[in-house]
């Protein structure tokens, strides 16, 4: 899994883990918050370093700012940091297993590959009607 990835869920893993959940999955999401930690703190000192190596500070000594002639490579070297495999593995939660709970559909969206849907999905006809409801005739 990318570091762009985790990124993108740590919020609604949090989210995720604020909600009753049953013990094996409430487990599983602290465990993996635990490591995703490990993983911020580890691209946090990559960042700051690569802040500390191509920026200068401002004035005031409150703000890296990277120069012009720097912001290619910086771009770059940030993707890289991004796009870099985390080190960890997530294995996925089925929908059934979370019971009868609340949560935003954003933050399911942002849990797709975390959350899987055992329930079959809906197929959109072209040009048909596409109330696929049972009680649709």
């Known amino acids: 899994m990318q570091v762009s990835q985790l990124v993108a869920m740590q919020a609604s893993l949090v989210a995720l883990a604020n ?7 409430s487990y599983r999401i602290s465990k993996i918050l635990n490591q995703i930690s490990g993983v911020m703190k580890r691209v946090n ?7 500390q190596t191509m920026g200068v500070l401002n004035d005031d000594k409150s703000q890296w700012i990277i120069p012009d ?3 290619a490579d910086f ?6 940091i991004m796009d870099a495999d985390a080190g960890i593995t997530i294995l996925p939660v089925s929908v059934h297993d979370l019971g009868d709970i609340s949560i935003e559909a954003g933050h399911l969206a942002l849990l797709a590959g975390f959350v899987l849907d055992d ?3 809906l197929t959109l006809v072209e040009g048909g009607d596409n109330d696929q409801s049972p009680t649709a005739a």
């Open 45 to 51: 000192a990559e960042q700051r370093n690569l802040y």
């Open 19 to 25: 909600i009753k959940l049953p013990i094996k999955v």
């Open 119 to 121: 329930v079959p999905a």
């Open 75 to 80: 771009d770059a070297a940030m993707l890289a």
């Open 69 to 71: 002639d720097r912001k």
